[in-house]
């Protein structure tokens, strides 16, 4: 009834059975055994439909356009964590073609599948070579084509990025692809040149207080204006962070009590403001010693080195009491150390160093 597949593939026949349900379309909470299922909010709050995409106008445009018959070109998402880049293109996906095709039409692999050259060559180009037809087998009109789905692409290395080039300008008739990535720096010119490309903003914050209301309502969650201003700082405009820490917060806090916003910050491993003034204060005594102590103390602590330095950033760039100059060698220093935190140096002395810079520049730059 809906054989639409011409080239002989396996793969669809096997996974008939299960095409009903698509990974993240599932919203019972309850399981087949009965028993209550506890599902992440992330999960739970996913967008299901394009329309409940936030704050990302032009791809939703594009999608919706796509979704009431028009052609989709080849996709490229890229922005932050967070923003519903994944979520978008799954929505797009379930909505053109229902339940019962989904697994057919999609191919969706992450950073987590084997995605070298080798299965490029094979399990990608055989995908896409596979013919698509017109209609859903609920009788809906459905695009002739299939949508492959990279997730993470950035992880991705150069040649398998290579391979894709010829495969995604030859099987155009019958396979869109999705690019989906963080750093679009990482993707190769000749892929970005081939995809529409999309820039996913982090969400602001009334869409994203407003949403947190809106889950909180949903499960029963109190929680206060302050408690959510706190939320919307600690996330930088990332959603799945602000959601996140909001149930890991009513956790804790248990069903009778309300969310507060020392709880959010706790939950955020964010350094308290008097703390890190202190820290800033100390280096103004111009005592190598002192600022040991200080460090030790904050890493002793549990407070992540990241953390320290992306808050220490905030407060610098408004520091009345540094010149432009100051501030410029300062944030320079940051960039060193932030490079060197992520390629797995120690934090003690990469803080040191950040700090000792910060002590130099308050004492002795001018
Ligand atoms: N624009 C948005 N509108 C509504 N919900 C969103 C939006 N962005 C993110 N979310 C929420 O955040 C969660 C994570 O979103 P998603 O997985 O799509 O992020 P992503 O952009 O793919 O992030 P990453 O780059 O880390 O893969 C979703 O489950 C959803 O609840
Ligand atoms: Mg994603």
Redesign the pocket.
């Known amino acids: 009834m809906h054989a639409f597949l011409t080239g002989g593939s396996s793969v669809a026949v096997k996974e008939k059975a299960a095409a009903a349900d698509p990974p993240s379309s599932s919203k019972s909470q309850k399981s087949k055994d009965g028993k209550i299922k506890i599902v992440p909010w992330v999960e739970k709050y996913r967008p299901k439909t394009v329309e409940d995409v936030a704050h990302q106008e032009e791809v939703v445009a594009v999608l919706k356009k796509s979704l009431a018959g028009s052609d989709l070109p080849n996709l490229l998402f890229y922005g932050p964590p967070g923003t519903g ?2 979520s978008t293109i799954l929505a797009a996906a379930r909505q053109l073609f229902g339940p019962e095709l989904y697994r057919e039409r999609v191919l969706e692999l992450n950073a987590s599948d084997e995605r070298g050259i080798n299965v490029i060559r094979e399990k990608v180009k055989k995908f896409a070579q596979l013919t698509a037809g017109r209609a859903r087998p609920d009788g809906k009109p459905c695009p002739p084509f299939k949508i492959i789905i990279l ?2 692409a950035d992880s991705m290395t150069k040649d398998a990025q290579s391979a894709l080039r010829r495969t995604m300008e030859r099987e155009t008739k019958t396979t869109r692809f999705c690019l ?1 990535c963080n750093y679009v720096s990482r993707i190769i010119e000749p892929i970005t040149s081939r995809c529409a490309k999309f820039r996913f903003k982090p969400l602001d914050d009334e869409i994203l207080s407003s949403r947190l209301k809106a889950i909180c309502e949903g499960e029963g969650v109190e929680i206060d204006d302050k408690a959510v201003a706190t939320v919307l700082k600690s996330s930088e405009g990332d959603m799945r962070k602000a959601i996140m820490f909001l149930q890991s917060a009513s956790r804790l806090c248990g069903k009778d009590s309300a969310v507060s916003g020392d709880i959010i910050l706790d939950i955020a491993g964010v350094v308290p403001e008097d703390r890190l003034e202190q820290l800033v204060s100390t280096c103004s005594s111009d005592s190598y010693e002192d600022l040991d102590e200080a460090i030790r103390g904050i890493i002793m602590d549990g407070f992540a080195a990241s953390q320290i330095l992306s808050q220490l950033h905030d407060n610098i760039v408004v520091n009345e009491n540094l010149s432009d100059k100051q501030k410029s060698i300062i944030c320079e220093k940051m960039a060193e150390v932030d490079k060197s935190l992520m390629d797995g140096a120690d934090e003690y002395l990469q803080l040191m160093a950040l700090f000792s810079t910060v002590m130099n520049q308050i004492c002795h730059g001018n």
């Open positions: 880049k994944t997730d993470e989906i």
